[in-house]
């Protein structure tokens, strides 16, 4: 059974992406579920995370976000049956890539796919989905009548934060990273309030967000990464400074932050102290990584699906992207050269 998958060189960050031919288990485990795969959808392999929880091995499967239909049950399994429609993310220590035909995964990673959902669209959605209600709803405590500024409004993730936000009634402000995102994004009005073009030197994020909020800050902040120093290399020169993201927050903000390695000096804790707000980290593999609040995974997953459905969430997506080209998209998205999520299809 022939899936994709990461070889790591001398350096963690030097990767390649091989195919790798792999024995299928010959039994299925007590609550295990046996999937044939129709489509997966590529994410960047994390190699610090793999390696902060000692799951560093020589080859990592690649493709986690799956669809497909059940060809087998283990005998404990009570939230299945055969020729069911599923969606699901395969777990970090994974053994399988999810590129291969068939894989197999316990049930509590799995939730039932909407007969009218493309198997195309259901794996395009579900890990930016996991990951915004995990923002909005769980660390941020979103609430009708917020402000929200999401940072990279155009990314796959960007999107279906404006998305979900503006279904809660929130107002958006989002910034664009391009001229082009900034076209796109005037296109969601009025789910976006404001798009502030940060690509354009004469825009300032924080004149801009206080002058839409009337000087009282917005109450979430959502970025996709952040400056810790004035002078950093140029690939982070669009991302906003860690000061602006603190001036704009208002009283009692939220700060959700993608940055694993933010640092803050004190000044900028007694700032955050002095508006009560707080900080979260965003890490959308805890949900994978702990078997705590289960039921609250499997939720979460399931209200993405019913809200595709709807057409409340609406994934960014390329169009499909064919098994043997696997290995050259899989290369694109590791090096952040595509700004659509990528869905390969069996």
């Not at 005998?75 to 994974?94: A, I, N, W, Y």
């Not at 959502?222 to 002078?231: C, F, H, Q, S, T």
């Not at 640092?263 to 900080?279: E, I, R, V």
């Not at 169009?319 to 952040?336: C, G, I, N, R």
Request: aromatic letters at 6%.
């Amino acid at each position: 059974m022939k899936g994709l998958y990461c070889k790591l060189n001398n350096d963690s960050e030097d990767v390649k992406f091989v195919i790798h031919q792999t024995n299928p288990p010959q039994s299925i485990g007590d609550h295990q579920v046996k999937v044939q795969v129709k489509a997966c959808a590529l994410s960047p392999v994390d190699t610090k995370a793999s390696s902060d929880l000692k799951l560093q091995k020589d080859l990592i499967p690649v493709g986690r976000e799956i669809t497909g239909i059940v060809l087998q049950v283990g005998p404990k399994v009570s939230f299945f049956q055969p020729e069911d429609e599923v969606v699901g993310v395969l777990p970090l220590d994974s053994e399988t890539s999810g590129l291969c035909d068939v894989v197999f995964i316990h049930e509590h990673n799995l939730v039932q796919k909407p007969e009218k959902l493309s198997w195309f669209e259901a794996a395009g959605a579900i890990r930016d989905g996991l990951k915004v209600y995990t923002a909005l709803h769980t660390l941020a405590r979103m609430a009708m009548g917020h402000t929200l500024l999401v940072l990279d409004g155009a990314s796959p993730f960007g999107v279906m934060a404006i998305q979900l936000a503006h279904y809660h009634g929130v107002k958006v402000l989002a910034t664009a990273l391009s001229p082009e995102d900034q076209k796109f994004l005037e296109q969601l009005r009025p789910s976006v309030a404001r798009v502030i073009g940060v690509w354009d030197v004469k825009v300032d994020l924080v004149d801009s967000c206080l002058e839409e909020t009337g000087g009282l800050g917005v109450d979430i902040v959502i970025d996709a990464g952040v400056r810790l120093y004035e002078e950093e290399p140029p690939s982070r020169h669009q991302l906003p400074h860690k000061h602006d993201i603190i001036t704009v927050l208002g009283v009692g903000g939220h700060w959700v932050t993608s940055e694993n390695n933010l640092q803050l000096d004190p000044p900028d804790s007694h700032t955050l102290f002095l508006k009560a707000a707080s900080l979260s980290f965003l890490n959308e593999e805890v949900w994978g990584a702990s078997c705590v609040r289960q039921g609250r995974y499997l939720h979460i997953m399931k209200d993405v699906m019913e809200k595709l459905c709807t057409g409340t969430l609406r994934p960014l997506l390329e169009d499909p992207v064919p098994l043997y080209e696997a290995t050259v998209s899989m290369e694109m998205v590791q090096k952040k050269q595509v700004r659509k999520r990528v869905v390969i299809k069996l």
